[in-house]
């Protein structure tokens, strides 16, 4: 089945700096790519996900980057708020399937 | 508000317990995803229903059970409750997309469960 590595686990940025997380997964098949922050208290939120037929994808301060040989994602964000903190999760859907395979988590600290 | 309902909020008991999570769906979702979150093990998938019929099954124990009910909210079953089930209960809702590649789940805010 998919496997999906997420690093770092722990990422302290200064307000301003770009943060960068990085996913791996093992399934070829897999063809859908979300990210997901979890602020303290609250479920999941979908910020950004990417098809497999694209290899970059940019919203305001987020974007996310694909490489299918590699099989390798990475989430970059911009110019950090402390607004940002949050954990981060990656994640992959199984052999092109409904079900998702998430990452283990990063929890990204911007300090003011 | 992702439009994802989920009770309660928080629920203590003891080991050997039963208890019933509840989650309402977006309106439209046909799809329902029950996830166990623990600090150590991520986000682990349950257990997926789509119109009331079971569709995926995961990581689930034989003592947790769920159903999709006709006005499709679902419910997850946790039985025999020992100590390491103490996690996060999450449920997701995602539309119809069939072949489209793209399954966007929408969660709600989850269920804290102790088990004492």
């Known amino acids: 089945g998919e496997n999906v590595e997420q690093h770092p686990s722990t990422l302290s940025v200064q307000e301003g700096d770009s943060a960068v997380i990085k996913c791996t997964y093992s399934d070829s098949a897999s063809n859908y790519f979300p990210w997901y922050k979890q602020e303290l208290g609250k479920g999941p939120q979908l910020i950004i996900d990417i098809r497999s037929n694209v290899g970059e994808k940019k919203d305001q301060r987020i974007a996310v980057t694909l490489n299918k040989t590699a099989k390798h994602f990475s989430l970059h964000i911009t110019e950090t708020q402390p607004e940002d903190s949050a954990v981060y999760f990656c994640?992959?859907?199984?052999?092109?399937?409904?079900?998702?395979?998430f990452g283990k988590g990063t929890k990204l600290t911007v300090n003011p | 508000d992702s439009g994802v309902t989920q009770t309660p909020k928080h629920l203590i008991t003891a080991t050997g317990q039963r208890v019933t999570l509840r989650c309402s769906p977006r309106s439209g979702d046909l799809s329902v995803y029950w996830y166990q979150q623990s600090l150590d093990q991520g986000l682990q998938f349950l257990i997926q229903y789509y119109n009331g019929e079971e569709r995926a099954k995961g990581n689930i124990l034989e003592r947790f059970s769920a159903q999709q009910f006709p006005d499709l909210h679902s419910e997850l079953n946790l039985s025999s409750l020992e100590l390491g089930d103490s996690a996060l209960y999450f449920c997701a809702s995602s539309p119809l997309t069939f072949g489209t590649g793209k399954n966007i789940q929408y969660f709600g805010a989850g269920t804290r469960l102790s088990v004492l």
């Open positions: 994640a992959a859907d199984q052999g092109g399937s409904e079900k998702l395979v």
